[in-house]
């Protein structure tokens, strides 16, 4: 499929068995010959050989860069140790990266294209769930920091997605149900009839699923490229309170897609008050949660005061007034501007 781009596409092949093919689409979509392959320690094992195997079979030369698994290797210092072994493989501007990994890796490797030799194209390969519906779209790169998460970052759009379900399969259960929180969330700002057909979805067949996602992302991206008019603020429903959940934590008690979760069963109590989001959709929200097994409920000895503590670095909170996105009715969401400091704290402590 084409994803659209404010400025211009780019083509994203989903289906299984492409990895094998990895060469031949690379080479019809980037001729060029150099790349380096940004994998993490991980997918490396799993998959690395294969990648290889399949670009140099296709006549590319590719150099395999791995980092450390985990989202602590999301910095940085990274992305420099990054650059300097492609400067030191002979890497130049002519080449490109493949990120062959999760959103971390998909993160990291888009910003090193970014910047090394002031930008060279990026092929996304996605390996989680999460990765394919929502972070490999988009073109939003970067890394963490100590003060934040993704506050040093580019926006640099992929020139090639290849999203190969079969790599799903060795996916950890926890890791694949992250990909349903923002599955859930496309959902509920976007797309009512995915909302109704997620309680039935077939995992054995994935495809229309993901190329959904990327069509309502990739249509919200397109409205807002550079995240300045507002319309990709959209994507954030259940986020402002999700981000802060996922600090509260030290990113260690929840993966992302889990403080998501709670996020936006937050951000439905809040929506219920503000919105007018009836009552039973709130609690199919809550229940469609659950049959992706995502939490819903806070721990009861969950410190609540340090998820008001962090919400204050959320970027929303611009200048003291709180961008917060509501929905009135599944698949409809908008940003709002009267929701109080208040309404969040009630529906923290209602979680
Ligand atoms: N750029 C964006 O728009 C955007 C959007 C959402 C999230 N993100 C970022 O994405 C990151 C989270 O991504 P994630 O949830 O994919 O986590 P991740 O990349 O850390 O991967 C999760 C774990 O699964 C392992 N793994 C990945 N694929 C596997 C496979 N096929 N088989 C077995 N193990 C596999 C990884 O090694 C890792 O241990 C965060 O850094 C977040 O900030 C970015
Ligand atoms: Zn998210």
């Known amino acids: 499929m084409e994803v659209r781009g404010a400025t211009h596409g780019y083509p994203a092949?989903?289906?299984?068995?492409?990895?094998?093919?990895?060469?031949?689409?690379?080479?019809?979509?980037l001729p060029r010959k150099t790349c380096a392959i940004i994998s993490d320690t991980n997918i490396a094992l799993l998959f690395g050989e294969r990648v290889i195997n399949s670009l140099t079979g296709a006549g590319f030369q590719p150099t395999l860069i791995t980092i450390p698994a985990g989202e602590q290797s999301k910095t940085l210092e990274q992305a420099g140790a990054i650059?300097?072994?492609?400067?030191?493989?002979?890497?130049?501007?002519?080449?490109?990266?493949?990120?062959?990994g999760g959103g971390m890796v998909g993160d990291i490797s888009g910003f090193v294209a970014a910047i090394f030799h002031r930008g060279i194209p990026h092929v996304q390969i996605p390996t989680t769930l999460l990765a394919m519906v929502d972070s490999s779209i988009g073109g939003k790169t970067g890394v963490n920091t100590s003060a934040g998460k993704n506050l040093i970052g580019a926006i640099h759009h992929p020139s090639l997605v290849i999203d190969d379900v079969d790599l799903l399969k060795t996916l950890p259960r926890r890791e694949f149900n992250q990909g349903f929180a923002e599955i859930i969330k496309h959902a509920i700002t976007a797309d009512a009839e995915m909302f109704d057909a997620l309680e039935h979805v077939d995992l054995?067949?994935?495809?229309?699923?993901?190329?959904?996602?990327?069509?309502?992302?990739?249509?919200?991206?397109?409205?807002?490229?550079?995240d300045r008019t507002g319309a990709r603020v959209l994507l954030n429903f259940g986020h402002t309170i999700g981000h802060a959940i996922e600090r509260a934590g030290d990113y260690r008690e929840f993966r992302h897609g889990?403080?998501?979760?709670?996020?936006?069963?937050?951000?439905?109590?809040v929506s219920m008050k503000k919105a007018g989001l009836p009552k039973d959709q709130r609690d199919a929200i809550v229940d469609l949660l659950n049959t992706f097994e995502l939490p819903t409920q806070l721990p009861a000895n969950f410190s609540r005061e340090k998820i008001f503590d962090a919400l204050?670095?959320?970027?929303?909170?611009?200048?003291?007034?709180?961008?917060?996105?509501?929905?009135?009715?599944?698949?409809?969401?908008?940003?709002?501007?009267?929701?109080?400091?208040?309404?969040?704290?009630?529906?923290?402590?209602?979680?």
């Open 258 to 269: 889990e403080a998501v979760s709670l996020g936006i069963v937050a951000a439905a109590g």
């Open 13 to 29: 092949l989903v289906g299984s068995g492409l990895l094998q093919q990895l060469g031949e689409y690379t080479r019809k979509y």
């Open 312 to 351: 204050k670095f959320d970027k929303k909170f611009e200048a003291g007034k709180i961008r917060f996105v509501v929905a009135s009715t599944i698949g409809s969401a908008r940003l709002s501007s009267d929701v109080t400091m208040e309404d969040i704290r009630e529906a923290v402590e209602q979680l």
């Open 83 to 100: 650059c300097d072994q492609m400067i030191a493989a002979g890497l130049d501007r002519q080449s490109f990266v493949i990120g062959l």
């Open 204 to 226: 054995s067949k994935l495809e229309p699923l993901i190329r959904r996602n990327i069509e309502i992302k990739s249509n919200i991206v397109a409205k807002d490229e550079l």
